[in-house]
């Protein structure tokens, strides 16, 4: 019966174990992407920066063009700045999710 209960100690602290180191590595993995992503982000941001200071020394023909590349630029941004607003919301789940998974296991109520 001693075996038993040592046996159903250790599978229960291994899967403790586990599923924090999971969520570490999760969380790990997560932060890799959002540095990655915030890296290509200010590279374009930089890029449309520095196109907007020759659109206004370009002469009046090539400025249309530029307008365009400008806006197409604008766009890329704006689309970069949604995907982070998704990865903030994905990362603060997680985060949340880990709280709770730590809570229930420790046998705590967080709802009430």
Same mark, same amino acid.
């Given at each position: 019966?001693?075996? *038993? ?19 570490? !590595?999760l969380?790990?993995? !997560? ?6 992503a ?5 590279? %374009?941001?930089? &890029? $449309? *920066? %520095?196109l907007?200071? &020759?659109?206004? /020394? !370009?002469?009046?023909?090539? =400025?249309?063009? $530029?307008?365009? &590349?400008?806006?197409?630029a *604008? ?12 990865? %903030? &919301?994905?990362?603060?789940?997680? =985060? ?7 809570? /229930? ?8």
């Open positions: 019966m001693d075996d *038993l209960l040592f046996w159903i100690i250790v599978i229960g602290a291994v899967s403790v174990i586990t599923s924090i180191a999971f969520w570490a !590595l969380a790990f993995g !997560l932060f890799k992407v959002v540095k990655g915030n890296a290509q982000f200010e590279q %374009q941001l930089q &890029q $449309a *920066l %520095q907007g200071r &020759q659109l206004q /020394s !370009l002469p009046p023909q090539q =400025r249309a063009t $530029a307008s365009m &590349q400008m806006s197409a *604008l766009m890329n941004l704006n689309t970069q700045m949604r995907q982070f607003d998704r990865l %903030q &919301q994905q990362k603060y789940e997680m =985060r949340m999710g880990e709280l709770m998974g730590m809570a /229930s296991s420790a046998g705590i109520d967080w709802r009430s």
